[in-house]
């Protein structure tokens, strides 16, 4: 398993477009527009219209993936840098980094919120399919509530891959350290 997820985070990284710190030229403004992106593509995913948007249009669909996969190859690079940083000079903040990233890299990740809003464009599929049976419903079971807990539901996993762009700025220094 760690052989096979070392060679699909090796191929993830050309992606990433490391080129050399050049201060807001480099990949620290790079980032940055990948962050504006991020979050001009995760306002519109945590509403149900947005979902609804998500589902049904596939030029949006092609957006979300193409950022998911650019924060992922950042992420990963992150982590194979503070690896390969580990194993010359161990220090407690690069192995508390390196803890960090891995929770991410493994638990957290970036790709699978693809596999989240398949899932959810099913649902609301589904929830668009029985309007006229839960329209007049109460509580729990009623369209409005379901729209709502699907917005909660988006709005965790966004949250997640928001606490990924927060991780990897926050350790940033290490992508450029020589």
């Known amino acids: 398993m760690k052989k096979y997820l070392l060679v699909l985070i090796t191929a993830a990284v050309p992606i990433l477009p490391l080129r050399a710190n050049n201060g807001e030229n480099g990949i620290f403004k790079d980032f940055k527009e990948l962050t504006h992106k991020w979050y001009f593509v995760s306002d519109k995913l945590v509403t149900y219209r947005g979902l609804s948007k998500y589902c049904g249009d596939p030029t949006f669909q092609d957006e979300v993936k193409s950022v998911l996969k650019e924060i992922h190859a950042y992420d990963s690079a992150l982590y194979i840098r503070v690896s390969s940083m580990i194993k010359e000079e161990p ?48 509580g ?39």
């Open 91 to 138: 220090s407690k903040e690069l192995k508390k980094t390196l803890r960090q990233i891995g929770h991410l890299e493994h638990k957290l990740n970036a790709l699978s919120l693809s596999k989240t809003l398949y899932s959810e464009c099913h649902n609301q599929r589904q929830l668009e399919r029985e309007y006229k049976k839960v329209k007049n419903y109460f």
């Open 140 to 178: 729990a079971h009623s369209f409005d509530n379901q729209i709502v807990v699907t917005e909660v539901f988006l709005k965790k996993h966004v949250d997640r891959i928001n606490k990924i762009m927060e991780n990897i700025e926050d350790h940033f220094h290490h992508l450029n350290a020589d």
